[in-house]
């Protein structure tokens, strides 16, 4: 297996084939909470790919010149991914208030939210923490290369799907769905039939 093709395989298998939304349902507060507009959806795609990738490019480098060296990682790690992931939201939340109000007014909390975002710190311990359990059927040697395109496939593919469900959430608002359906309910059932929808990539290049 050359570079090149491995890399494709990590990239898609954190994308698509297990898809941090719909295949492992993980983040799903802010999927059901900004779903329901897609100019606020391309704003929270748009930040949690920035934070993840820089989440886990700085975690890695914590984990292997800090943590490890000072034989605290099983320890610290946690608390030390939090801390680095809250500062880059607190950057992104201050730069989206100062460039675009009315998307920060729109993203309302979800916002510093992301903060709490299980898939952020999903991605970066699963990207930088040797034996953390990954569902990829591929070689994968924990190099910060690695880890970062491990990261982008899952911070991609929260973002395909996120801003997919929007543009479905706006055609739902316009479809004669029965009045205790409109809402939470059919947004539920969507997400359902979406998510078997994209079971249906399992296996996809041995993966």
Known sequence: MNEAWRFFLLFFGAAIVANILLIRFIALCPFFGVSNSLETSLGMSISVIFVMVM????SWV??????????????LYIPTFI??????????????KKTSPP????MGIYLPLITTNCAVLAAATESVKPGFF?????????GFLE?????????????????????????LDMAPVPKF??????????????SL????????FGL
């Not at 990954?134 to 924990?142: A, D, F, G």
């Open 55 to 58: 989440a886990t490019s700085v």
């Open 62 to 75: 914590a984990w292997n010149y800090v943590l490890e060296p000072l034989g605290v990682g099983e320890f």
């Open 83 to 96: 801390l680095i992931i809250a500062s880059l939201v607190q950057f992104v939340e201050m730069v989206i």
């Open 103 to 106: 998307l920060y007014r729109a």
């Open 134 to 142: 990954t569902k990829l059927n591929i070689p994968y040697n924990y």
């Open 147 to 171: 880890s970062v395109v491990y990261t982008l496939g899952v911070a991609v593919g929260f973002s395909l799907v996120l801003i997919i469900f929007a543009a479905l959430r706006e055609r």
């Open 181 to 194: 359906f409109r809402g939470v309910p059919i947004a539920f059932v969507a997400a359902a039939l979406f």
């Open 197 to 204: 929808a994209f079971m249906g990539f399992a296996g996809m």
